[in-house]
């Protein structure tokens, strides 16, 4: 049953939502808000059964690849967004989340990696502490940028002096000047942990003579420095310079954040790497295995053993050893 779910059933789900929460700019409607929470509780469970089944399946550590950590980070904005469309039912909070929900999916979907990090027993503390963090890390980011681009909204509507459009309200700028001081620090302190154990994992990994280590210089590396150098120069200018924890400042800090973590995720996604193991397309995946089957099959009457080397060999195609 699980197994039938895919990304398509939780993605329709959350694009309804979103047409919904955009439906609010052209008319009134009494039955919107319990059809929008439907549609977006049913794309939260489907995503969850989905995340579950592909952590009880998995012959490797439980969501340990790049297309998992895509998703969780989709699946954590989508729960956050829930739960502030039940407690907070007039707010536009969807206008402005949804569309990041999806581009995580649409990231995992067509650019992430679906293979498992490579972890040694020696490196799994510092792998799992590093993967936590820089989801937490982006996640807090995320919820700045959403936060951010909602005051922006909020006062330039106040400063303008516009009446508020149909359906378009928005929480109080108190509140959301809050969240957005809140998530500098958070973002500074989650990244800060996540970078600075991913470099101690690489030093076991060096020096334990590990295949998982990676150069210094590798793009994922230098980008995630950039953008942890950033989250902590916006940290260390809202401490020294009180006003930009106020007012519009710290909400183009936050919106600020959130294009140094875009360009760093498309560096992250487009970059040849050695951080993650090297994609295979599933064309190419299903080729290599039709292609060992096929010739198996050919030769299983002849030479059994010269079968079962050929299909052995052609397993070794999709999943290589990595040799010292």
Known sequence: MLSGISI?????????????EISR??????????????FAGAGL??????????ARTTSAAPLSSEFDWYLVAAWVLAAMYVYWTFSHPRTAVGLFA???VLGLIAAAEFFAKREPFPTSQASQVWAAVHGIFLLLGVIT?????????MHLVHSYQLKHKLRPMQGLQLPALEWLERVNTRAVFVAAVMLAVGFLSG?????VNRRHDLPDSVQWNDPV???????????????????????????RKVAYLTVASFVCLAIAMGVWLMSPSSHAPVR???????ANSELGMRIAELGAESSPALAAAVFHSSSFIQHPLKLP
């Open 8 to 20: 398509l059933c939780f993605a329709a789900s959350y694009i309804a939502a979103l047409a919904l």
């Open 199 to 203: 470099m101690a994992l690489n030093l």
């Open 98 to 100: 949804l569309p990041l």
């Open 221 to 247: 590396v230098w980008s995630s420095g950039v953008l942890l150098g950033w989250q902590l120069a916006a940290a260390a200018f809202s401490v020294l310079y009180r006003p930009a924890r106020q007012g």
């Open 25 to 38: 700019l052209f008319f009134r409607s009494g039955v919107r808000g319990a059809i929008l929470l439907a």
């Open 141 to 149: 980011v995320l919820v700045g940028f959403v936060a951010g681009l």
């Open 280 to 286: 295979q397309t599933r064309a190419k995946r299903r």
């Open 45 to 54: 469970l489907a995503q969850t059964l989905f995340l579950a089944y592909r």
